[in-house]
């Protein structure tokens, strides 16, 4: 049973039957290229199939829009295993909260996981190399932190899971252990309280599952 360039499997020989491999859809945000270079890395290192959504969308709503749109233009099946994560980051500005909540529930509808990084995707690049509950005033100010791990770190930079994967299993050790610290402390979960925290592992979860 092998497969085709296409990710599909046939099943029998002349039977014209074939399934393909689930497909991992992701959506993010505008042109931040930070999660698809590390995504497509990742994803090929466990031979996992991931589509991008189209669309330079940055605010949460439109984001779920555009990466609905694009599950329905490029067979997204539910019944095959896809799964769909829109990856958001929070920020630090309150004003967030309100666009955040609205695309929880348009996610619910859909049926598409919102995953939050708060305040911003790189605490879960933090999360390779330490266990911190430090708060933010920014992003910039998370960045900086990394830059401690990866020397001349920024948002373009390749091969980021190259440097980091040999740390994966403790990146989800500490990005849950960074959730139930939050909760603990009765931060309200899908806002920017809820900080330091990612639920980016539930993505690497389902990656290498």
């Known amino acids: 049973m092998g497969l085709n360039t296409k990710g ?97 529930a348009l996610a619910l509808c859909y049926g598409i996981d919102l995953v ?21 005033s920014s992003n910039f100010d998370v960045i900086k932190e990394l830059a401690k791990y990866i020397p001349g770190y920024n948002k373009g930079l390749q091969k980021i899971y190259e440097k980091t994967k040999c740390n994966l299993h403790q990146a989800i050790i500490n990005a849950v252990r960074l959730e139930a610290y939050c909760s603990r402390n009765r931060y309200i979960k899908h806002t920017t309280n809820f900080m330091p925290s990612t639920e980016v592992y539930k993505i690497a979860n389902e990656i290498i599952k």
């Open 116 to 136: 939050l990084s708060v305040p911003c995707f790189e605490i879960w690049y933090l999360c390779y190399f330490s266990f911190s509950t430090r708060s933010y």
């Open 8 to 104: 599909y499997v046939k099943k029998a020989r002349n039977t014209g039957v074939r399934i393909r491999r689930p497909i991992i859809f992701l959506g993010t945000e505008g042109n931040n290229r930070t999660e698809t270079l590390y995504f497509r890395d990742f994803c090929q290192d466990y031979n996992r199939m991931v589509r991008f959504s189209t669309g330079n969308n940055t605010d949460p709503v439109n984001m779920i829009n555009d990466l609905k749109s694009y599950m329905d233009k490029n067979g997204f099946d539910a019944k095959l295993g896809d799964k769909s994560y829109c990856l958001v980051d929070s920020d630090v500005a309150q004003a967030k909260n309100a666009q955040i909540a609205q695309a929880d």
